[in-house]
């Protein structure tokens, strides 16, 4: 699986080179795991991109616990875990970047918790985001190095 997922990482992204892994992003020795495989097989760590998130979809009423704790898990305790660990690899060479990408239902709860919807809805969802528009991944491309796609043509 992790040789299909890094093509597809390497078509998208453009990269000649690039290391894949299944992780758990709530469980740290699993996420130390994956930054030391780019390490070893790259000599180090310049780019980290954290995209890891979960959400559920029930009123706050009827939300069990458990369910709140795995978004809390993944959501937010990942992505200390995947920065904590990209970032000590990366000032081990004297920097990098990271990104860290979130769901749009951060700023925005879906319908399942007693967001409005609609037309204007829409409109005022997409005014809220800077680019007018949701995200694209050559977005994050653009936004930490070069890409095999044009602005326009990620638009497409």
Excluded: W
């Amino acid at each position: 699986m992790t040789d299909r997922l890094g093509g597809r990482v390497a078509l998208v992204t453009g990269a000649e080179r690039c290391v894949a892994a299944v992780v758990d992003v709530a469980r740290e020795e699993d996420v130390e795991r994956a930054v030391r495989t780019a390490t070893e097989r790259f000599g180090g760590l310049d780019v980290g991109v954290n995209a890891a998130g979960i959400g559920t979809a029930a009123p706050v009423h009827q939300h069990p616990r458990a369910d709140r704790r795995a978004v809390l898990d993944e959501s937010l305790t990942g992505v200390f875990l995947a920065v904590k660990h990209e970032a000590q690899a990366m000032l081990a060479r004297g920097g990098g970047a990271i990104v860290n990408l979130t769901s749009s239902y951060g700023r925005h709860p879906g319908e399942a918790m007693a967001a409005p919807t609609g037309p204007s809805a829409r409109r005022a969802f997409l005014d809220s985001i800077p680019l007018g528009r949701p995200g694209q991944p050559n977005d994050v491309m653009a936004a930490i190095g070069d890409s095999p796609l044009t602005p326009t043509e990620a638009n497409l």
